[in-house]
Each structure stands twice: as structure tokens, then as C-alpha cells.
């Protein structure tokens, strides 16, 4: 298999896109298409502060690197869940996140620039790695509250997900960014939307978006600037360009329906390539056209009376009902 660009060993063929890259090809290849995504939906301009959600693994950590070769001032925010047994999950990526970022630091490359006119020259910036530890915070670990509270019935992964919505928006929102981004891919988004048009849990559809806009006060916008890219795409980014991941999933994701759905979305995939991406630009456009405008309200949002942060719930929020920081927070 040769580079459809220099005729060289290819790392990757996207049968989808019925073309085959080398290493350096296809590193530049990614670095367009992110840049494109960005200007297509409107995520941000180089004059605003990103903060990237980053967990040690390979989309995140790929996306932070996309962005700061891009030249976008990308900063990133590790939240420490706790989840250590049977292996230390938790700590090993945050190892890997700040590993990343010393490397990052010491990298003699250039700042790539993009062909946006919006593009300002900022080479001094330096990304900083926001570290919240849940357990330091508020006083349990993830699967500590799980076990403790009914949210999940003592699996985590509902704990996990409303905790880390929570302190993402708080933590974006008080630090003055103006964009928070997130490393979900195609797989991602479309096992979701599976998951979503099964039920057709229309609310959920009518969110789900490459951008979700600040609606109101305390809101932070939040994109998804790979959520055109396949997971094996980011994956081979990640090994191009040297970034060193967390490989293992979190040990509580093991069995759960998105995997699942993952599973059977790449059965179609194998069998007729690009269906995934059609399908999910196929519900873009869908949306763009309005099919879900009716059910993404948020006349319903009032402040939580104890943090202040936007809620549909009556009185505290969920997440404060979970955690009863009443004493903590503020």
C-alpha cells in the first residue's frame, strides 16, 4: 500500500475516503481536515482561550496536539475520578497526560500555521494542564459516590459522566474560557445517535451536535472539532506522531451498550465503508434543517440554588443532590 500523495509506505487507507497516506501525509491531512470541521460549524476564532478535556487517552490527547499546531491557544483540563482498582487507571493517565505535555513543551517544531485570515501569531504560548482530583474536592472518588448514591444502581459510569459535566462547564466557565472541547470521534457520535434513534429520545437527538452554543449564563460553549474522524483515524495520529496514550479502557466501561453498539456499527462499517460517517452527516443535515428544533428548549433552566450553575432540576441541581456539596461548594 503507497501514499496516494508521495508513493512512499502508507500507515494508513481510509477505504472510505479511497485514500492512503504516509506518516507525514497523513499528520498534515488530519491537521486540514480539523481546521475544516472548525470554520464549517463555527466552533471558535484563534482569538479565543480553549480549554480541551483531556484524559490520557488518544483522542483527546491528539486533539490538544492538533490544536496547538493549528496555533490555537489550547489549554487542558484533567479531572481525577479515583478509578485505581483492580489497576491504577486513574493515575497512569494522568501520568500520560502530563507526559504528553512535557514533551509538547520541549518539541522544537514550529507552530503550523492554517490558511484562516483569522489566524494571529502567538508563538510564546505556553498550553497550562488545569488538574481537578475529585476525591481532594469533594471527598469520595467515583466509584466511592457510586456506590453510595442510586444514580447508576452502583455501576460508576452515571456518576462518572454527570461529575465530569459538571466540573468541565464550572471549571471553563470561572477560568473565562470562551470554548471547551472534547475528543469524541465519529464512533463516539454515532454509537450515541444509534443508541438515541433506537428510543427516539428526541431531546437528546435535538443536543447532539458537533457545537453546543452557551445558551444562557454559566454555560460554556462545547465542540467536538474530531467528531468527523474514525477512531482508528485518531488512533494512527496518535502513533504518527508519537504520543504516548493510555491503551486500556476504563475498567468500568467493560459491557456497557455503547460498546455494544460500537460493535455492531463496525459489522455495517466492514461490510459497506463510509456508512458511518453518511449516517452521521445524513443526521446533521437533518437537524440543520430543523427536524429536532422543537425540542431543544431551555426556557427551563433556572440556577441551582446551591452552586449556581444552570439546572432543569427544582432547587439543587443533580449534581449537588449526588454529591450534598452544599458545605463545599462556593
Known amino acids: 500500500m503507497r501514499c496516494k500523495k508521495c508513493n512512499s509506505d502508507a500507515v494508513i487507507n481510509m477505504r472510505h475516503h479511497r485514500l492512503a497516506l504516509c506518516g507525514e501525509h497523513y499528520g498534515e491531512w488530519v491537521l486540514e481536515q480539523t481546521d475544516r470541521a472548525i470554520e464549517k460549524y463555527k466552533m471558535f476564532t484563534h482569538d479565543e482561550r480553549i480549554l480541551v478535556a483531556v484524559s490520557g487517552g488518544k483522542d483527546s490527547l491528539s486533539l490538544w496536539d492538533v490544536l496547538l499546531r493549528l496555533g490555537y491557544q489550547a489549554d487542558g483540563l484533567y479531572i481525577g475520578l479515583g478509578i485505581n482498582e483492580p489497576e491504577p487507571y486513574s493515575d497512569v493517565s494522568l501520568e500520560k497526560t502530563r507526559k504528553f505535555l512535557e514533551a509538547r513543551s520541549q518539541e522544537p517544531e514550529a507552530r503550523i500555521e492554517p490558511e484562516s485570515a483569522n489566524a494571529i501569531p502567538d508563538s510564546q504560548f505556553v498550553p497550562t494542564l488545569h488538574v481537578i482530583d475529585i476525591e481532594q474536592t469533594y471527598g469520595k472518588t467515583i466509584p466511592q459516590i457510586a456506590r ?35 475528543g469524541h470521534n465519529l464512533d463516539d457520535e454515532v454509537a450515541v445517535l444509534f443508541q438515541n434513534t433506537m428510543r427516539w429520545q428526541t431531546t437528546y437527538l435535538a443536543r447532539q451536535a458537533p457545537v453546543l452554543p452557551a445558551s444562557r449564563e454559566g454555560l460554556t460553549r462545547k465542540v467536538k472539532p474530531f467528531c468527523r474522524f474514525y477512531e482508528r483515524e485518531t488512533a494512527t495520529y496518535a502513533l504518527v506522531r508519537g504520543i504516548d496514550y493510555i491503551y486500556d479502557e476504563c475498567p468500568h466501561a467493560v459491557g ?7 460493535t455492531l456499527l463496525n459489522q455495517l462499517e466492514n461490510e459497506s465503508p463510509g456508512s458511518k460517517l453518511a449516517y452521521y452527516l445524513e443526521f446533521l443535515r437533518a437537524r440543520g434543517e430543523g427536524l429536532f428544533d422543537k425540542f431543544n428548549s431551555t426556557e427551563a433552566l433556572h440556577e441551582c440554588e446551591v452552586c449556581g450553575q444552570p439546572t432543569t432540576a427544582p432547587g439543587r441541581c443533580a449534581f449537588c443532590r449526588m454529591w450534598d456539596v452544599a458545605a463545599v461548594v462556593g
Open 256 to 262: 456497557n451498550l455503547t460498546n455494544f453498539y460500537k
Open 148 to 182: 453510595e448514591t442510586m444514580r447508576g444502581k452502583g455501576r460508576p459510569c452515571a456518576a462518572c459522566g454527570l461529575t465530569k459535566r459538571y466540573v468541565m462547564n464550572r471549571l471553563a466557565h470561572d477560568k473565562g474560557y470562551a470554548v471547551l472541547a472534547t
